[in-house]
């Protein structure tokens, strides 16, 4: 999805971008792992965008509200990791917090009878190639 497609589907949510937070946005957009609000919240102090918490949590919110954005809840905590639009499942890596997208569908179990089904859900959580590698005490990597 471009930017500019991002951009107007916040704009239909009444979130402007300033250029503050469209440095935020891109720090999101670019990255590869989840991090909790607090934690997007830091990494954008160190990238010197000034920015409140407030603001993380409501551009956070209006990316999950649009899809683009998923919450994983972990351990108590709700990490964002940035989302492409379409549906598609989700390994999460509990060590480095890692998000990979996955487009291949599960079966499912079948609905209670009578129920139709209208939408499906599936993360995986486990542990990514390169950190099993960092485990083993056995690794030559
Ligand atoms: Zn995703
Ligand atoms: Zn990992
Ligand atoms: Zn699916």
């Not at 471009?2 to 503050?20: A, G, P, S």
């Not at 993380?56 to 509200?65: D, H, I, N």
């Not at 990490?79 to 480095?96: D, I, K, N």
């Not at 209670?112 to 209208?118: D, K, L, M, N, Y």
Request: with cysteine.
């Amino acid at each position: 999805m471009d930017k500019q497609t991002i951009v107007k589907l916040l704009h239909q949510q009444n979130f402007r971008l300033t250029r503050e937070r469209e440095a935020l946005l891109d720090l999101f957009v670019q990255s590869d792992k989840m991090y909790t609000p607090a934690q997007w919240h830091a990494l954008a102090q160190q990238a010197n965008v000034q920015i409140g918490l407030t603001t993380v949590y409501r551009l956070l919110e209006v990316l999950t509200k649009v899809g683009l954005a998923t919450p994983f809840l972990v351990e108590g905590s709700i990490y964002y990791a940035f989302c492409e639009g379409h549906h598609h499942h989700h390994f999460v890596c509990l060590q480095c917090h890692a998000v990979e997208d996955l487009y291949e569908c599960p079966n499912i179990p079948s609905p209670p009878q009578g129920c139709r089904i209208e939408q499906h859900k599936l993360d995986l959580f486990g542990t990514c190639e390169q950190c099993q590698q960092k485990k083993s005490p056995y690794s030559h990597h």
